[in-house]
């Protein structure tokens, strides 16, 4: 098997795993702070798990030292990022959320302008202008107060999101795993002052399912599939969540899928599509 083609099995196979995260958000009954309690508690348990197997015990505080402020910042980042999402899942359903969420990679790259001055491709520009009308086009049909309260809970995970993986870049001794365990506490955190303990016990089992294995086992995958592909290949299999959560919604929830949807979704998911192209064919 060639790296190629090792590389694709794992990214596909993680970002199929992760494409499941949302309709279990959905799927749990119990409020998006218990839902936020329970999936923080058990990704960070998970993560800490995680870093003392591949880690010996002595190293896991050598990495979390080696970068102290980055690995704080990117533990806010995710935290406040997997917060947001949870409630845009709650307010607005999957399909919003997660194709708002495939814009990443454009805000990451205007963040990355903003923050650190760096030069940015026109091309980042023409598919942000044609990614705004995709969003117009989604948004439009749905102007009751949740799609509304959803779309700027998604745009705020987007923006944290989009953060998180500016700080990574940034600092490259911050430890991923601990960064993970990190933000789990930063949710557990935030949820307590709100946590009521009202999640039945399938909804538990379903949210421990996530937390502790398709969270992590999706980043694992995505993660070693890094090492094969280029960031503009990964980018490009990444967009797939776009299309398998909606439609993992739509089997197993029922969620309406409409016209509108289906047309800004291709809208945003080709303009990203085209970018990544190009900017891959610059780099070459």
């Not at 997997?82 to 990451?108: E, R």
């Not at 030069?119 to 995709?134: D, M, W």
């Not at 987007?158 to 430890?175: G, P, Q």
Request: proline share 3%; glycine share 6%; hydrophobic share 60%.
């Amino acid at each position: 098997m060639t790296k190629y083609k090792k590389g694709l099995i794992l990214a596909i196979a993680g970002v199929t795993l992760m494409s499941f995260e949302s309709p279990a958000i959905k799927f749990v009954k119990a409020s998006g702070f218990d839902y936020m309690f329970f999936f923080g508690l058990f990704l960070s348990v998970s993560s800490i798990f995680i870093s003392i197997i591949f880690l010996k015990p002595t190293k896991i505080k050598y990495a979390f030292l080696a970068d102290f402020k980055g690995t704080i910042l990117a533990a806010l980042a995710l935290g406040l990022s997997n917060t947001f999402f949870i409630y845009a899942v709650k307010f607005a359903g999957i399909a919003l959320p997660v194709i708002l969420l495939s814009s990443a990679p454009l805000f990451c790259a205007i963040l990355d302008k903003i923050i650190f001055k760096k030069s940015t491709p026109k091309s980042i520009f023409i598919a942000t202008f044609f990614v705004i009308i995709g969003i117009v086009i989604v948004v439009y049909e749905r102007l009751d107060l949740n799609s509304i309260i959803g779309v700027i809970l998604s745009f705020l995970c987007v923006i944290s999101f989009s953060m998180l993986f500016v700080l990574l870049s940034a600092h490259k001794n911050v430890s991923r795993t601990l960064a993970i365990s990190g933000g789990g506490l930063v949710m557990v955190i935030i949820s307590l002052p709100f946590f009521k303990f009202e999640a039945s016990l399938s909804d538990i089992i379903t949210i421990a399912i996530v937390g502790i294995f398709i969270t992590p086992a999706s980043r694992i995958l995505i993660g070693r599939s890094s090492l094969y592909l280029i960031p503009a290949q990964l980018g490009l299999i990444a967009i797939l969540e776009a299309i398998l959560a909606p439609f993992w919604g739509f089997v197993f929830l029922g969620e309406d899928i409409s016209y509108s949807l289906i047309i800004g979704a291709s809208i945003i998911i080709t303009s990203i599509a085209i970018n990544t192209v190009v900017i891959a064919k610059k780099s070459t």
